[in-house]
């Protein structure tokens, strides 16, 4: 069951372009964390935000959690041929992480 | 140090055959996870580990699957009579705690191919 749905699924940019990626659920969690994987690896940690409303900034990346700790956003500036990879959202609710259906990014330099 | 290994990297098995995947948890690590991910989708929860016992496996599709952690660390994945619908990867991770805030560290997971 994917209790979170990303978009867009796809995204193709230039290099030094910006971008948004969504993350939505009808679900409220008590944290909600981004990950980005690369293909045959496991997904990496980018960053954890726990307050509705919270900003982080993590160098060229910025993630927001919504208010009403249902959504989250990644907005990433002057993107990189580096920061190509599936980008997936995870809502912490009990025990579990719920994935979202990710979003995978290409870069063209 | 090391990180989170999962064994074997590929498993290709039959239809009705019996597999067993293994996961090797950063030392120290209590809490264990066990994801499966099909291409094109995010991680699905299978089951949670907090030291030996089983804290959560409500994510495990059928009483085909089954793991276990005996004593905290090592935890194997085990698949009886397997299905081409079971083919994806699987992928394992562990974490300091089972708290939510805590970290989780993934291995490379094991690609299962079912044929």
């Known amino acids: 069951t994917q209790l979170l749905e990303q978009s867009p699924q796809f995204l193709s940019i230039q290099e030094g372009e910006n971008l948004t990626v969504y993350c939505n659920s009808s679900s409220v969690f008590s944290s909600l964390q981004w990950y980005r994987q690369e293909p045959g690896e496991g997904p990496v940690l980018l960053v954890t935000v726990v307050t509705g409303g919270e900003v982080k900034k993590l160098k060229r990346l910025t993630f927001q959690f919504g208010d009403a700790r249902k959504d989250s956003s990644l907005h990433i500036t002057a993107a990189q041929p580096g920061d190509t990879g599936l980008y997936l959202c995870?809502?912490?609710?009990?025990?579990?992480?719920?994935f979202g259906t990710g979003t995978s990014l290409t870069v063209i330099p | 140090g090391a990180g989170v290994s999962q064994t074997p990297s590929n498993k290709v098995t039959e239809k009705g055959k019996y597999v067993e995947l293994r996961c090797d948890p950063i030392?120290?690590?209590?809490?264990l996870y066990w994801y499966r991910q099909s291409l094109g989708q995010g991680p699905e929860f299978l089951i949670y580990?907090?030291?030996?016992?089983?804290?959560?496996d409500s994510g495990l599709p059928n009483d085909r699957f089954f793991a276990v952690r005996p004593e905290g660390s090592v935890s194997t994945l085990k698949i009886q009579r397997t299905e081409r619908g079971d083919s994806a990867v699987y992928l394992c991770a562990s974490s300091l705690g089972g708290r939510e805030y805590n970290e989780q560290f993934f291995g490379p997971g094991t690609r299962l191919t079912v044929l």
């Open positions: 995870a809502g912490a609710y009990g025990n579990q992480f719920y």
């Open positions: 580990f907090q030291g030996t016992g089983a804290a959560d």
């Open positions: 030392s120290g690590h209590t809490a």
